[in-house]
């Protein structure tokens, strides 16, 4: 199954600032999707990176809030802007492939005060 | 879109305790997967498993699909089996991983 390289694992920000999370697959996949989990909650669909296009983002998401890039079949990027406490949760990167499920990234577990 | 339900949500087990979690979801599945979330939140897959019986050490898993529910079968329990445990599928054209709201297990010496 594909591994995947998630940084940083962990940071404290300052409200009203961003943080760009990235995550590096070790083969090249079409979909990779990025998904939210509040603190005691389960996870959270935000939106699906496509290559080539924009993202496509789930209900209750925007890209204002949650851009995200995918410049190539292996990499993508998701950043949180303008933080605000609320937005202090685990943030993780998932891939599919054909016979394994998806697979996860370590998570990057967000503060922000 | 597919609701997946999972029971119990908390569980309490002596070491070496048996124990079966169970999830069910409202629509077939072309996908079904059963993670542990160890206490430092990485997301461990140990089944995919949309159809049938599989077996891993002391875990196993069945899921029925014409009955549209999984189980989790976790035998002689350690204090490493400790954490939450999801199950997740994909029901129908969508490639969208939907998760259900985990069971918490504490594994006690």
């Known amino acids: 199954s594909a591994v995947i390289s998630q940084k940083p694992s962990r940071d404290i920000c300052q409200r009203g600032t961003s943080l760009t999370i990235q995550c590096q697959v070790d083969?090249?996949?079409?979909?990779m999707f990025w998904y939210r989990q509040q603190p005691g909650q389960s996870l959270t669909l935000i939106a699906t990176?496509?290559?080539?296009?924009?993202?496509?983002?789930e209900s209750g998401f925007v890209i204002d809030k949650f851009p995200i890039s995918r410049p190539n079949l292996t990499f993508s990027t998701l950043t949180v802007s303008n933080m605000s406490p609320e937005d202090s949760s685990i943030y993780l990167c998932?891939?599919?492939?054909?016979?394994?499920?998806?697979?996860f990234g370590s998570g990057t577990r967000l503060t922000v005060v | 879109g597919i609701q997946v339900e999972q029971s119990p949500p908390d569980l309490i087990l002596q070491e070496g305790a048996n124990s079966t979690l169970r999830c069910n979801f409202s629509?077939?599945?072309?996908?079904l997967q059963w993670f542990h979330q160890n206490p430092w939140g990485q997301l461990i897959n140990l089944f995919y498993?949309?159809?049938g019986t599989k077996q891993n050490g002391r875990l196993s898993a069945t899921t029925v699909a014409t009955e549209r529910y999984s189980l989790l079968y976790i035998s002689s329990s350690q204090t490493t089996d400790s954490g939450v445990y999801f199950c997740?599928?994909?029901?129908?054209?969508?490639?969208?991983?939907?998760f259900g709201t985990g069971t918490l297990l504490a594994v006690q010496p």
């Open positions: 998932s891939v599919g492939q054909f016979s394994y499920g998806y697979t």
């Open positions: 083969s090249q996949v079409t979909m």
């Open positions: 990176a496509n290559q080539g296009s924009e993202a496509t983002y």
């Open positions: 629509d077939s599945v072309n996908n």
């Open positions: 498993i949309p159809s």
């Open positions: 997740a599928a994909i029901s129908g054209a969508t490639n969208k991983l939907i």
